[in-house]
């Protein structure tokens, strides 16, 4: 038996037994209008999120008030443990790099990576964080430099403007990056090493063994579903409004719920195309485009606007950053009870309901990286370009506001905060639809990127389900935007993202357990 196949054997009855559970998930699959699905887990996730928005549409005013005290006591009672489960991801993540399990490479020794380095980050920022960038670049850095967090006097421009981009930074850098990298190096280690199928009760194999294939597995996979669609749906809604935001800058076209739902319809088409072309002719090539796209408004920004300041921000962000981390990590004994809620506890959720979508989205391209490049790649690279993102358009933000008087971003809605701060630099109107362009490329991209991930969930781990699945997945994600926004706005999108990310904030406590099994087992 060779070195590689004694691992296997190895690991917990590991290759055989998995092997098996991916031949038992093939035989579960039945076949209904051309669709490949795994039951229950399509048919239970598709329902539950068809009653959520037939409900939703029938009881609008109730829904609205339901969604908005669910918000609250999720965020009074469990902040704590959003906080404590985010602080150990972080943890986690940079222990596994360091020790010597950041060796062992994703697919085996000999296996080379699918995607060079450009097209692999791209697709990252594509599916991850770009739309959201794109929205709070601008408007977190202003917003909390003026209401700076820990009770932080506003008063001391200084203090406040380190703390503010700090706090900015907090909810785009090591933490969110981190829930990302735990889903995502768990479900690439346990398919690409042990033949297991790329779904989330995979990385459970190593604690329970056969039992995954149970209803607990189906529990999982179903939570999983669930997160990935309420999750993409907040990042869809925050798309339509500053897409929204934008025509009417521009063009005068009133941002009203029904423009953005009617915004939400056309994109999600224009998602269906991309989803018809597939992974490499459609997602590689937009996040292509986009990063393009991207590089060159930052450029812009960095030339146009503030340059030496940018460059000072740019400097000092990361060592802000790093400085008031430990305070802001912490939920013990704050005063900024307000800050702490409604805005890193939602993000905490919102992260870790993203993070079987881009978990999956990134375990799927990530095949042949050891696991210290990945945890390299998807934790630390993509911190450092959201410090360099935030410190170059919030700091000229927060500079025409100290030096030039220019209240715009701090007066405007939050959807208009970028095309504000556009407003003082050159040729803005062409920039500006540049940027609506962009945000509308990850709009797409998103959307795509979310019905793979829930296709390949609910057909039992299969990558070449049928192409209508895909669309179906990506239809229901638009249609659940559309309906939560009408039954309360983004309210109600990040009241579900809170309550749905919950359950899976201890569904990725476990993977983390298995995966260090796993990982450990590879190693004998």
């Known amino acids: 038996m060779s070195a590689t196949g004694?691992?296997?054997?190895?690991?917990?009855?590991?290759?055989?037994?998995?092997?098996?559970?991916?031949?038992?998930?093939?035989?579960?699959?039945?076949?209904?209008?051309?669709?490949?699905?795994?039951?229950?887990?399509?048919?239970?996730?598709?329902?539950?999120?068809?009653?959520l928005v037939a409900g939703t549409l029938l009881f609008l005013d109730q829904a609205a008030a339901f969604f908005a005290a669910l918000r609250v006591w999720t965020t009074a009672t469990f902040g704590w443990f959003y906080f404590a489960a985010c602080n150990f991801f972080v943890l986690f993540c940079f222990g596994i790099a360091l020790s010597p399990l950041g060796r062992i490479r994703l697919g085996g020794k000999g296996a080379a990576p699918q995607y060079g380095y450009s097209a692999w980050l791209a697709m990252l920022f594509a599916a991850g964080v770009g739309i959201g960038l794109m929205f709070f670049g601008v408007l977190e850095p202003v917003t909390h430099t003026l209401a700076p967090p820990l009770g932080i006097d506003p008063a001391d421009a200084g203090t406040a403007r380190g703390a503010g981009m700090s706090a900015a930074i907090l909810h785009w850098g090591l933490h969110a990056w981190a829930i990302y990298a735990v889903a995502g190096l768990s479900l690439a280690f346990f398919c690409f090493n042990r033949g297991m199928p790329l779904t989330l009760r995979s990385g459970f194999f190593p604690l329970i063994g056969k039992s995954v294939w149970g209803a607990f597995g189906h529990a999982v996979?179903?939570?999983?579903?669930?997160?990935?669609?309420?999750?993409?749906?907040?990042?869809?809604?925050?798309?339509?409004e500053q897409i929204a935001g934008g025509l009417q800058y521009l063009f005068g076209i009133p941002a009203t719920t029904a423009t953005r739902a009617i915004l939400i319809m056309v994109i999600i088409g224009i998602a269906l195309a991309s989803v018809i072309a597939g992974l490499d002719k459609g997602v590689k090539r937009l996040s292509g485009i986009n990063m393009a796209l991207a590089g060159g408004l930052w450029l812009f920004v960095l030339i146009a606007g503030p340059t030496l300041v940018i460059v000072a921000t740019i400097a000092q962000a990361p060592v802000d950053y790093l400085y008031y981390l430990p305070a802001l990590s912490n939920w013990i004994g704050r005063e900024d009870m307000d800050f702490l809620r409604d805005w890193s506890t939602f993000y905490w959720a919102w992260w870790v309901a993203w993070a079987p979508f881009v978990g999956?989205?990134?375990?799927?391209?990530?095949?042949?990286?050891?696991v210290r490049e990945f945890i390299t790649w998807v934790l630390i690279v993509p911190t450092v370009i959201g410090i360099?993102?935030?410190?170059?358009?919030?700091?000229?933000?927060?500079?025409?506001?100290?030096?030039?008087?220019?209240?715009?971003?701090?007066?405007?809605?939050?959807?208009?905060?970028?095309?504000?701060?556009?407003?003082?630099?050159?040729?803005?109107?062409?920039?500006?639809?540049?940027?609506?362009?962009?945000?509308?490329?990850?709009?797409?991209?998103?959307?795509?990127?979310?019905?793979?991930?829930?296709?390949?969930?609910?057909?039992?781990?299969?990558?070449?389900?049928?192409?209508?699945?895909?669309?179906?997945?990506?239809?229901l994600a638009g249609v659940t935007a559309m309906a939560l926004m009408l039954g309360g706005g983004m309210a109600s999108l990040q009241a579900l993202t809170l309550a749905v990310g919950l359950p899976f904030a201890a569904v990725l406590l476990c993977m983390c357990a298995g995966l260090l099994k796993g990982l450990l087992e590879e190693t004998r």
């Open 221 to 240: 996979d179903i939570v999983a579903v669930l997160a990935t669609l309420f999750g993409l749906a907040v990042s869809l809604g925050f798309g339509a």
């Open 388 to 475: 360099v993102w935030m410190a170059t358009f919030g700091g000229a933000a927060l500079e025409q506001y100290f030096a030039d008087g220019y209240a715009g971003v701090a007066e405007s809605v939050p959807e208009l905060a970028l095309f504000k701060m556009l407003e003082l630099l050159p040729f803005t109107g062409a920039v500006s639809a540049i940027s609506v362009l962009l945000i509308t490329i990850f709009f797409v991209t998103s959307a795509d990127s979310g019905a793979l991930v829930m296709d390949t969930i609910t057909a039992g781990g299969k990558m070449d389900a049928p192409v209508q699945q895909r669309a179906f997945w990506c239809v």
């Open 360 to 370: 999956m989205f990134i375990a799927r391209i990530s095949f042949g990286r050891t």
């Open 6 to 51: 004694g691992k296997r054997a190895r690991a917990g009855a590991g290759s055989a037994s998995a092997t098996d559970i991916g031949h038992e998930i093939g035989e579960r699959n039945i076949r209904i209008f051309n669709f490949d699905i795994h039951n229950p887990v399509f048919i239970v996730s598709a329902a539950l999120v068809i009653m």
